[in-house]
């Protein structure tokens, strides 16, 4: 079992920056592939970005390139998420989701994770 606690959404205006927290324990924190997604509403949740157990391999969403980056302590147990040029686009409730590994690999699809964290509101105005 993995559990995560998000934090850091807020309210930012476009062109803003938010930087997101995903707290993870339960098991090696090395051992776990995570990711982020997003689901603004009337929409379904939509993969944003996530990175390898080592930190070293990450994949993003053609949507947030250039902009967002994710990154991880492995010291502290937690992924970073940090976003720029925030857009009125990118208002959804943020998910950090876990999947344990033994591979150095990146996970885009939400099936890929069974284990989610509640959620955080990120609020973008125009």
């Known amino acids: 079992q993995v559990q995560l606690v998000e934090s850091g959404g807020g309210l930012v205006q476009a062109g803003g920056s938010l930087r997101l927290s995903c707290a993870a324990s339960?098991?090696?924190?090395?051992?776990?592939?995570m990711g982020w997604f997003r689901q603004a509403p009337g929409k379904e949740r939509e993969f944003v970005v996530a990175?390898?157990?080592?930190?070293?391999?990450?994949t993003y969403a053609d949507s947030v390139k250039g902009r967002f980056t994710i990154s991880r302590d492995n010291t502290k147990n937690t992924v970073f998420l940090q976003m720029n040029s925030l857009k009125p686009e990118d208002t959804a409730v943020y998910y950090c989701?876990?999947?344990?590994?033994?591979?150095?690999?990146?996970?885009?699809?939400?099936?890929?994770?069974?284990?989610w964290g509640q959620g955080t509101q990120v609020t973008v105005s125009s």
């Open positions: 990175i390898g157990r080592s930190g070293d391999s990450t």
């Open positions: 989701a876990a999947r344990i590994v033994y591979i150095n690999r990146v996970y885009r699809t939400s099936n890929d994770y069974p284990y």
């Open positions: 339960g098991r090696t924190f090395s051992n776990v592939a």
